[in-house]
């Protein structure tokens, strides 16, 4: 298995809403990232977990809180988002955060329209 | 700071032809480089990597050069085709936080006409 999931394919929510994006995969990579992508733009690093903590941020505002349950799975909960952030969201995992010479295997995202 | 760019935002081609996109980069001290192909509603799929030690490395129909002295990345697909068509980023490891994290290009969209 050498993919990584993710779950909704898309979503929409209002602004008060709360909804959660999921990404699953079973490689045995320890770490994890989320991305953000806009249209016509390349992703952008949101979080980085490794061997189940966080260990980068990239100064994401509050209302996105990742989640890392285990070693297979990465969460990403959203609450009072704003339009700005809709978005293409984008899952990673690499064997491990410290090795340089191995890509990133990302899933197919979760597209995000915040109404 | 770190960047990496690309010279063509559009690059259009004959099916048939081959395909050549380019990347510059301006830390130095990179020593790792990776392909990406984002067709359009997924997400990026990885095409090709190579290492600072090497200046070329070839793979089913692409081939990857580094020149190291000028900074430069560029990815050649042989015979494109349709299917090819996708948006193509280029990205080096980059250091965040005292971890490495991809610095990715701005993207070149390679449209194949046939």
């Known amino acids: 298995d050498t993919e990584v999931t993710q779950t909704p394919k898309h979503l929409v929510m209002g602004m008060t809403n709360k909804k959660s994006l999921k990404c699953e995969q079973h490689?045995?990579?320890?770490?994890m990232y989320w991305y953000k992508q806009k249209a016509k733009k390349p992703p952008e690093l949101m979080f980085v977990y490794s061997y189940e903590k966080l260990s980068i941020n990239e100064s994401v505002p509050s209302r996105f809180s990742p989640e890392c349950p285990n070693s297979s799975l990465l969460n990403l909960h959203l609450h009072a988002l704003q339009p700005e952030d809709s978005a293409l969201y984008l899952c990673?995992?690499?064997?491990?955060?410290?090795?340089?010479?191995?890509?990133?295997?990302f899933g197919p995202g979760t597209r995000l329209t915040v109404l | 700071g770190e960047s990496v760019g690309l010279h063509l935002p559009t690059l259009s081609v004959q099916e048939g032809d081959n395909s050549i996109i380019n990347c510059a980069y301006s830390?130095?001290?990179?020593?790792?480089f990776i392909w990406y192909k984002q067709e359009s509603g997924k997400g990026p799929q990885f095409i090709i990597d190579i290492r600072s030690n090497m200046d070329k490395r070839q793979g089913q129909r692409v081939t990857v050069l580094l020149n190291k002295t000028v900074k430069h990345l560029s990815l050649q697909i042989a015979a494109t085709q349709p299917g090819d068509s996708a948006v193509y980023f280029c990205?080096?490891?980059?250091?965040?936080?005292?971890?490495?994290?991809?610095?990715f290009g701005a993207g070149t969209r390679l449209a194949v006409h046939p």
């Open positions: 990205a080096e490891n980059g250091q965040a936080g005292g971890y490495n994290k991809l610095i």
């Open positions: 490689m045995g990579h320890r770490a």
């Open positions: 830390n130095s001290a990179s020593d790792y």
């Open positions: 990673a995992s690499k064997q491990s955060l410290g090795e340089i010479n191995n890509e990133q295997f």
